[in-house]
């Protein structure tokens, strides 16, 4: 005799799309890239997962640590490099598995707010892919900074940090690898 169906709800949903990101997780993180603009052929790329934008070099990958995530887990990349994924949760109970780095091409949407903060010390604004702008992350800057400040305030200072969604990224190298040559254009 079949059982009754249970309903679908948003554990569910978590459940599957944490199972669905296992492997592009893996891809994301440990595979070596080709070529980008003013960057040699052994610096690896991350992209936007939804269009392709060339969001930031993997050697700007830099562990920021905070005492208000739920867990993290080490993935390695590159070789022997090892990267700190954390997970977060939002006062709306949404969680994010972000990667930190020191710089990215993001848009960030200031003014910037220190209510809700992850990173305590920190100020948080939204950034988005400055191509398609998707939600990709969030920038973080001194809470003691004015709420707006410059592109180049922001990245000419050790003290700002981008904190990237890991399901929002892909890594170049991963996305050529599914890329196929149709046979007409084989020579």
Same mark, same amino acid.
């Given at each position: 005799m079949l059982s009754a169906r249970r309903p679908f709800t948003a554990d569910h949903l978590m459940k599957l799309q944490a199972s669905l990101w296992i492997v592009p997780l893996a891809a994301v993180l440990s595979q070596r890239a080709g070529v980008c603009r003013g960057c040699s052929s052994s610096e690896g790329l991350l992209l936007c997962r939804s269009c392709g934008h060339e969001v930031a070099l993997e050697k700007d990958l830099s562990f920021v640590p905070s005492r208000l995530a739920l867990s993290h887990r080490n993935n390695t990349?590159?070789? +022997?490099?090892?990267?700190?994924?954390?997970?977060? +949760?939002?006062?709306?109970?949404?969680? *994010?598995?972000?990667?930190?780095?020191?710089?990215?091409?993001?848009?960030?949407?200031?003014?910037?707010?220190?209510?809700?903060?992850? *990173?305590?010390?920190?100020?948080?604004?939204?950034?988005?892919?400055?191509?398609?702008?998707?939600?990709?992350?969030?920038? *973080?800057?001194?809470?003691?900074?004015?709420?707006?400040?410059?592109?180049q305030d *922001? +990245?000419?200072?050790?003290?700002?940090?981008?904190? !990237?969604?890991?399901?929002? !990224?892909?890594?170049?190298?991963?996305?050529?690898? !599914? !890329?196929?040559?149709?046979?007409?254009?084989r020579s």
């Open positions: 990349v590159i070789g +022997e490099r090892r990267v700190t994924v954390q997970l977060f +949760e939002n006062p709306q109970g949404f969680q *994010f598995e972000l990667v930190t780095l020191r710089k990215a091409d993001v848009l960030k949407h200031w003014p910037a707010d220190k209510h809700f903060t992850w *990173f305590p010390g920190f100020s948080w604004t939204v950034a988005t892919c400055p191509r398609c702008k998707a939600h990709l992350g969030w920038a *973080f800057q001194p809470s003691d900074w004015p709420q707006t400040v410059t592109r *922001f +990245e000419n200072s050790d003290q700002t940090f981008v904190a !990237l969604i890991v399901q929002r !990224l892909l890594q170049e190298q991963f996305a050529s690898s !599914l !890329l196929m040559t149709p046979n007409s254009f």
